[in-house]
């Protein structure tokens, strides 16, 4: 017998390539998973975007790869629903079984969707690299 359990939780991962800052993704994700109720033992892939913010995700799994356009276009409150959405994947939600709103990434009655309340305070800023 063993005297302690090892816990096997790596936690989340995250593998940022996009030009962010990791500590913003950090928190905006770890605020993300605990409002679909999703564990933190993921690995979710960042990339820059040439177009539009968009993602894809296990279903079921444990791997999000998501792809953040540039500073300009990038909108925290589709990121939210894009993150959501792709969380509900890993946890084997298919389209079917999401509501409009999430199965569209909040694309579709853009005036009318309001910014997801767990993504109202949080902003992703640019990685600063002022070492290099
Ligand atoms: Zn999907």
Request: aromatic share 6%; charged share 25%; glycine share 6%.
């Amino acid at each position: 017998m063993y005297a302690k359990k090892i816990c096997k939780c790596k936690g989340l991962r995250i593998i940022n390539k996009s030009i962010y800052s990791n500590k913003d993704l950090r928190k905006f994700f770890i605020a993300g998973l605990n409002k679909v109720g999703a564990g933190h033992d993921r690995v979710i892939l960042v990339h820059n975007s040439r177009s539009i913010c968009h993602g894809l995700a296990d279903c079921p799994g444990k791997g999000i790869e998501l792809w953040l356009p540039r500073p300009d276009r990038l909108d925290i409150r589709e990121l939210a629903y894009v993150f959501e959405h792709e969380v509900l994947h890993n946890l084997g939600v298919e389209h079917k079984d999401m509501s409009t709103v999430l199965s569209s990434c909040g694309t579709k009655d853009d005036d009318v969707l309001a910014i997801p309340n767990w993504a109202k305070n949080l902003t992703i800023r640019i990685q600063n690299r002022s070492k290099h």
